[in-house]
């Protein structure tokens, strides 16, 4: 898994090998979990030591919740920096760190132990390995889009950008001039995606539940459209703008264009 996560982001995706950092399991003696040595052998033969950072169980140790299947994890981290600041800070001391540009875009999870309840309602202890271990490996699709497509955040990806576009034209506002304003249209965007599916998925606008949520979301468009100067009636467009990005990807959207 490690060694295909690595292709796939270096020689199919093409990404700078120099700007990417992987993480691994340190191991917590509190849990009697050792270091995952596995995983970091298996990462020195695909780079430099220096390039392989020691996490803790805060940060590579994945669990679902409380209880259930759980294990130590190892992400790749890719530093978005210009070369002028990287040559400044390493990117490996900014890894963990919510730095906007050194993110996380992969992580590869073993599941191998299983946790349990134990005497107490905050007492969840290791109740041993799992008879049937797997690895869950995961992606960012949107953090990905953003780094092949170059741009500062996912918001302004190729399909997003379409709905941004169309709030922008609407209200005859520059996205990027201001940055109150740049934050309203990110809401307007994300929340008119989220609204269009939930309408394709079925979910009305209601006053309970999902329904509710719907609803939520949909005056936080029409609300932040109006701040923003819109004085006509905007979701239509909106809409519309939203299945024109995400329907070649979801038929679905195309189908139901009529009754969303």
Not at 116 to 145: C, H, Q, V, Y
Not at 208 to 217: A, K
Request: net charge negative; aromatic share 8%; glycine share 8%.
């Amino acid at each position: 898994a490690i060694a295909w996560s690595w292709e796939l982001l270096t020689e199919v995706y093409k990404i700078d090998k120099d700007r990417l950092y992987v993480s691994v399991f340190e191991g917590d003696e509190s849990e009697g979990l050792p270091m995952s040595t596995i995983a970091f052998e298996a990462w020195k033969k695909l780079v430099p030591e220096d390039k392989i950072i020691f996490g803790n169980k805060k940060d590579n140790f994945w669990e679902m919740g409380d209880t259930g299947p759980c294990g130590p994890c190892s992400e790749i981290h890719v530093d978005c920096r210009s070369d002028e600041e990287r040559k400044l800070i390493p990117g490996r001391d900014l890894v963990n760190k919510d730095h906007p540009q050194v993110i996380e875009i992969w992580n590869n999870v073993f599941m191998q132990y299983n946790r349990g309840e134990g005497g107490s309602k905050d007492d969840f202890p290791l109740n041993g390995e799992l008879p049937a271990k797997n690895i869950d490996t995961g992606m960012g699709l949107e953090r990905m889009a953003a780094i092949l497509q170059g741009v500062d955040n996912i918001y302004e990806i190729d399909t997003t950008k379409i709905i941004l576009d169309k709030a922008t034209e609407i209200v005859n506002v520059k996205y990027g001039a201001d940055n109150s304003a740049d934050v309203r249209l990110r809401v307007v965007a994300d929340h008119t995606r989220t609204a269009a599916f939930l309408i394709g998925d079925g979910v009305i606008p209601g006053n309970e539940g999902r329904g509710y949520v719907l609803r939520r979301m949909m005056r936080r468009v029409i609300r932040n459209m109006r701040i923003l100067g819109a004085e006509n009636p905007v979701m239509k467009d909106l809409i519309e703008a939203t299945i024109k990005a995400m329907g070649p990807q979801y038929p679905e959207l195309n189908t139901d264009k009529k009754r969303i």
